[in-house]
């Protein structure tokens, strides 16, 4: 079965890792919100597009997978209109930066394209991450693999 997006709809994958998206989880649910309802509304919009009185007394949606590594590559994808991906494809301009770069950014999180191994982004991704989890309560080292 094809998935077929609504005409004039726009999906943008925001990457995290799994710290972030931890957070995210964290948050979302004390908003009792998805995680994409959640990001949406970081962003200053709506939490859904359109939402029938049938969704008001759903449960929540609990992600299919939990990240067990804080530095674990995940993503959130969030649906748009056309119109609202181009209000946030305008403000990430004027910010210098890509729509999911810039989504980040409205998340609370630095903007990071990429952190090799060995490298000072990757020492500032574990330092962050690792931040992240005491502050949500939870143990850092058990979200990080043993040092050899």
Partial sequence: MKC????????????????????????????????PAY??????????????????SRPR???????????????????????EFGELQRRSCEAGTTVPQFIRTQCGFEIRNTSLPNTSERDREE???????????WDPQAYFAPEE
């Fill in 4 to 35: 077929v997006r609504p005409a004039g709809r726009k999906s943008v994958t925001i990457p995290l890792n799994g710290a972030e998206y931890l957070e995210l989880d964290a948050k979302s649910s004390e908003a009792g919100l998805s995680l």
């Fill in 39 to 56: 990001v949406r509304t970081c962003c200053g919009l709506s939490p859904w597009i359109a939402r029938g009185r049938e969704m008001e």
């Fill in 61 to 83: 949606h609990q992600p299919a997978r939990r990240p067990s590594q804080a530095l674990e590559r995940m993503s959130v994808t969030v649906v748009m209109t056309v119109d």
């Fill in 127 to 137: 330092d962050d991450a690792w931040s992240r989890l005491r502050r949500l309560g």
